[in-house]
């Protein structure tokens, strides 16, 4: 299943516990919590440009599959890292948080960020 389209969030779990623990302050968490963020994926082949767009602001990630990449983490900062697929996943860590995108069917795109015990859960729909 390829995982390129456009996707809009339909819902999350743990979204101020997780954004706490990466940093954001209460203020920018309050801002941006109620935000529906787009996000668009181009894969070819090995190689994938993802754009999360969220009001006015967009984080731009291009990787090739098992190559490393300098990546946006959820607060912006570029880090270095290397996505691995598993089948229909996309796995990376970004410093110490654990990312795994799944594309369950083809509309539903799952994200799953970790960051010691805080699981934050994005569900996103085809659109």
Do not use: C, W
Request: charged share 25%.
């Amino acid at each position: 299943m390829s995982f390129s389209g456009k996707y809009q969030l339909e819902s999350q779990e743990n979204f101020e516990p997780f954004m706490k623990a990466v940093g954001l302050s209460d203020e920018i968490i309050q801002k941006i919590k109620d935000l529906k963020s787009i996000s668009e994926i181009e894969e070819n082949g090995d190689t994938f440009k993802v754009t999360i767009t969220t009001g006015s602001n967009a984080i731009v990630s291009n990787f090739t599959i098992g190559q490393e990449a300098e990546l946006l983490s959820p607060t912006g900062e570029k880090v270095k890292g290397v996505v691995q697929r598993e089948g229909n996943k996309l796995k990376t860590t970004l410093k110490n948080i654990v990312s795994v995108t799944e594309l369950v069917d083809a509309n539903t795109l799952i994200s799953t960020l970790t960051i010691g015990n805080i699981v934050h859960k994005r569900t996103s729909k085809r659109i």
